[in-house]
């Protein structure tokens, strides 16, 4: 097969485009993919400060390689979970990745910081380890932003992600969530933007781009998540995927286009009633924001 750009040998085939390319020319492709993602969506503009999270895997490290290389003004931001071996090593691969590229990285720590780690604070607030970990990883990620004065923070969520995300929604007609579920949620009243640049970019595609740019990262998955009903969603797509390519884009970029402006009007009303947590300042809809509930369980 010839690389659909330079018509040199490909190393790797994407099905969905119907395309191949060689290495240069498909590192050239996911900047492009990013690129095109940013101004489609209006994701960030001149001057704006980025605060990029990374967990060490393979989306977060191509995410802010691609915008160091694109000029954006980004700093990455790495939140220990407290999750044993997974999150030392999962931390030695941002801080050798940003100490390879030169850029700054933000840490913040759960156990150091907080008092709590992830196994053992949903345990105590009987939540699943995902659930803890995501409301965590929300109320931190906008946390560090507004400290650190970023403009927006920008996430690894790749297609395989959104697509799974917005096929549990759809399963259950979760309406509320599908009404949120955009790449770009707007910045309003104590809450950055956030935005999710590789949309654009399948999960094989964000490997292939860290082998072929030589960027190290974390291969094993969170060992809190397996079993979880977004494994299952994924495997799911990948199966009718493979007999169709072209399937989890033409799913998640068809309800972006065509139906997500119909659960809008819902997540709106739902905003409405938000005011701030009496504990931490943060917008919530209750007195107690969850991030603070889940540490005053974890903590007691
Ligand atoms: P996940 O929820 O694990 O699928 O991760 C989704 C995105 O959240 C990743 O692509 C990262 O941008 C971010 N993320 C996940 N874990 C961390 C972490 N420990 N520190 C900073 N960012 C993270
Ligand atoms: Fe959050 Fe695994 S990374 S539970
Ligand atoms: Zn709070």
Redesign the pocket.
Known sequence: MKCRRCRGPAVIEVRRHNAGFCSDCFLHHCHEQVRRTIDDFSMTGAGERVL??????K??LA?WDILLDLGHDVD??????GIGEY?DQ??DY?RAFAARRGAKLVE?DLPADYGFDIPAGSAAAHRVP?SA??LS?RHL?NRAALDGGYDVV?????LD?EAAVLFGNVLRWSTDYLGRQLPVLPEREGFVRKVKP?VRLAERETAAYCVLAGIDYIVEE?PM?AGNR?LGYKHALDSIEEQSPGTKAAFYFGFLDRASALFTPQAAVEQDGLRACVSCGAPTTAEVCAFCKLLERART
Do not use: M, Q, R, W
């Open positions: 990029v999270a990374v967990s060490g895997g989306d977060s995410l990455g931001l790495y939140l220990g979970l999150s999962s931390g941002a913040v995902c970990c995501g990883k990620f920008a996430t690894g969520h790749n992600d590789l969170c998540a977004h």
